[in-house]
């Protein structure tokens, strides 16, 4: 008999060692959990241009004196020189008393020359044609315009310049669909392509159109003339003006997220991800991105803030294109699904143009380029889903690990007084 109670007692302590085992392996394994559950209760939901202003109102035009400023590479473009005046600060580039004159450009080339005085036109007169603008941009007197061969003189007045310019926005206007009362034949508008020469005296300002013709001194102008600084030629810059003829916008932007929503090594706040804006133009010459800035809701959780890609706290939120910024949120002011819906908005340096009608008479309309900023607005949505609330706070978890420490404290008892039955 007492064999057996120590093979039995035996045996019941081998259980007992391993229930005990067992208890500790599994009240190990769920302070582990927890502990993990703990640090892991964040889950994310992620959803240089140049113009001149007319000033307001009705303004003067002046023209220079035609017999010296007609220039006729052939007869069917006749150009004229004409200027109006434009407020001005300061005393440089011509600017003299808060006025200075601008040179202006013809719209209408079948109608008569240009008037004496002129206003804003009533109708469609803001020009919103891409192409147009960017040719005034790209064409002289907006940008220096020189030719690829020697000449001499000091061309001092740019009587070539203002041919080649004018004659091009007057063949723009005809092939763009923009002036309808146009009537120039498909051989008038080769004429400026292929036919148009001036003839050089001794000097760039002697300028002889008594014959249509090629000579070894006579020279295709808008083959020849290029934008100083730059190969480009004018007539390619009329060929990117018609490429851009058609678009419906100068400007546009993006917000661009980049990597992932995150939390602080200290559990304390949310991030975003990284963001910044990029901006989009038709073309450099005709628009510019300049800055965006960011404002957070009035809603916003307590305590969010912009800060920058060092994690520093963005007082005045304004940056400059390509700058990264995020939105940092404190943990503790989100206790559920959360979005966070902030607004960008873009500054842009644009280049813009209107037309101008004549107040005394049924002549062509002008135009003349201006610098204007403008800005766009968008929101960028942060959508914060924080991990549902187990209630598993520290107290709840030493409870925990009570209970499982009492239930294996029951069992060695149970056994015990299953043992001692066995030996009575």
Same mark, same amino acid.
Not at 161 to 187: C, V
Not at 205 to 221: C, Q, T
Not at 387 to 407: E, R
């Given at each position: 008999?007492? &064999?057996?109670?120590?093979?039995?007692?035996?045996?019941?302590?081998?259980?007992?060692?391993?229930?005990?085992?067992?208890?500790?392996?599994?009240?190990?394994?769920?302070?582990?959990?927890?502990?993990?559950?703990? !640090?892991?209760?964040?889950?994310?939901?992620? #959803?240089?241009?140049?113009?001149?202003?007319?000033? +307001?109102?009705?303004?003067?035009?002046?023209?220079?004196?035609? %017999?010296?400023?007609?220039?006729?590479?052939?007869?069917?473009?006749?150009?004229?020189?004409?200027?109006?005046?434009?407020?001005?600060?300061?005393?440089?580039?011509?600017? %003299?008393?808060?006025?200075?004159?601008?040179?202006?450009?013809?719209? %209408?080339?079948? &109608?008569?020359?240009?008037?004496?005085?002129? &206003?804003?036109?009533?109708?469609?007169?803001?020009?919103?044609?891409?192409?147009?603008?960017?040719?005034?941009?790209?064409? /002289?007197?907006?940008?220096?315009?020189?030719?690829?061969?020697?000449?001499?003189?000091?061309?001092?007045?740019?009587?070539?310049?203002?041919?080649?310019?004018?004659?091009?926005?007057?063949?723009?206007?005809?092939?763009?669909?923009? @002036?309808?009362?146009?009537?120039?034949?498909?051989?008038?508008?080769?004429?400026?392509?292929?036919?148009? =020469?001036?003839? =050089?005296?001794?000097?760039?300002?002697?300028?002889?159109?008594?014959?249509?013709?090629?000579?070894?001194?006579?020279?295709?102008?808008?083959?020849?003339?290029?934008?100083? *600084?730059?190969?480009?030629?004018?007539?390619?810059? =009329?060929?990117?003006?018609?490429?851009?003829?058609?678009?419906?916008?100068?400007? #546009?932007?993006?917000?661009?997220?980049?990597?992932?929503?995150?939390?602080?090594?200290?559990?304390?706040?949310?991030?975003? &991800?990284?963001?910044? +804006?990029? *901006?989009? +133009?038709?073309?450099?010459?005709?628009?510019?991105?300049?800055?965006?800035?960011?404002?957070?809701?009035?809603?916003?959780?307590?305590?969010?803030?912009?800060? @920058?890609?060092?994690?520093?706290?963005?007082?005045?939120?304004? !940056?400059?294109?390509?700058?990264?910024?995020?939105?940092?949120?404190?943990?503790?002011?989100?206790?559920?699904?959360?979005?966070?819906?902030?607004?960008?908005?873009?500054?842009?340096?644009?280049? +813009?143009?209107?037309?101008?009608?004549?107040?005394?008479?049924? /002549?062509?309309?002008?135009?003349?380029?201006?610098?204007?900023?403008?800005?766009?607005? @968008?929101?960028?949505?942060?959508?914060?889903?924080?991990?549902?609330?187990?209630?598993?706070?520290?107290?709840?978890?030493?409870? !925990?690990?009570?209970?499982?420490?009492?239930?294996?404290?029951?069992?060695?008892?149970?056994?015990?007084?299953?043992?001692?039955?066995?030996?009575?």
């Amino acid at each position: 008999m007492e &064999k057996i109670y120590m093979e039995n007692n035996n045996h019941r302590k081998k259980k007992v060692d391993g229930v005990t085992l067992l208890s500790f392996f599994v009240a190990i394994i769920a302070i582990i959990s927890l502990i993990a559950v703990g !640090f892991n209760q964040v889950s994310f939901a992620t #959803n240089s241009v140049q113009g001149d202003d007319l000033v +307001v109102g009705e303004f003067d035009v002046k023209a220079e004196d035609e %017999q010296n400023n007609k220039l006729l590479s052939n007869k069917s473009y006749p150009v004229m020189r004409h200027f109006a005046e434009v407020a001005c600060i300061g005393d440089d580039n011509g600017c %003299q008393g808060g006025k200075k004159t601008i040179p202006v450009y013809c719209l %209408q080339r079948e &109608k008569d020359t240009v008037g004496s005085k002129y &206003k804003l036109a009533t109708e469609n007169g803001e020009i919103k044609d891409v192409g147009l603008i960017y040719l005034m941009a790209n064409l /002289y007197p907006n940008v220096e315009m020189e030719p690829s061969f020697e000449i001499t003189g000091d061309n001092s007045d740019h009587k070539v310049e203002t041919w080649i310019s004018q004659a091009l926005i007057w063949t723009y206007m005809k092939e763009a669909g923009l @002036d309808p009362t146009s009537q120039m034949t498909d051989e008038l508008k080769q004429n400026v392509f292929e036919s148009s =020469y001036i003839k =050089y005296g001794p000097n760039i300002n002697d300028l002889s159109s008594a014959k249509v013709g090629y000579e070894s001194e006579d020279h295709i102008l808008v083959d020849s003339y290029k934008i100083k *600084g730059s190969d480009l030629t004018a007539h390619q810059v =009329y060929d990117r003006a018609m490429e851009l003829h058609g678009q419906s916008d100068i400007y #546009n932007f993006q917000i661009v997220a980049e990597g992932e929503e995150s939390i602080s090594d200290n559990e304390e706040y949310y991030f975003s &991800k990284a963001l910044t +804006v990029q *901006g989009n +133009v038709a073309d450099s010459s005709i628009a510019e991105f300049k800055s965006f800035s960011v404002k957070l809701p009035e809603d916003a959780p307590k305590g969010t803030i912009i800060t @920058d890609a060092e994690g520093n706290k963005v007082e005045d939120p304004n !940056f400059s294109p390509g700058t990264k910024f995020y939105i940092r949120v404190p943990v503790d002011s989100v206790d559920d699904v959360t979005k966070i819906n902030v607004d960008v908005y873009t500054y842009f340096d644009i280049l +813009v143009a209107n037309r101008f009608a004549a107040s005394d008479g049924d /002549y062509q309309e002008l135009t003349a380029l201006r610098n204007l900023t403008e800005g766009r607005g @968008d929101g960028y949505t942060f959508e914060l889903t924080p991990a549902p609330d187990t209630g598993s706070s520290m107290a709840q978890t030493i409870y !925990f690990i009570g209970l499982i420490v009492l239930l294996c404290g029951v069992g060695i008892v149970y056994a015990n007084a299953k043992n001692t039955k066995v030996k009575e």
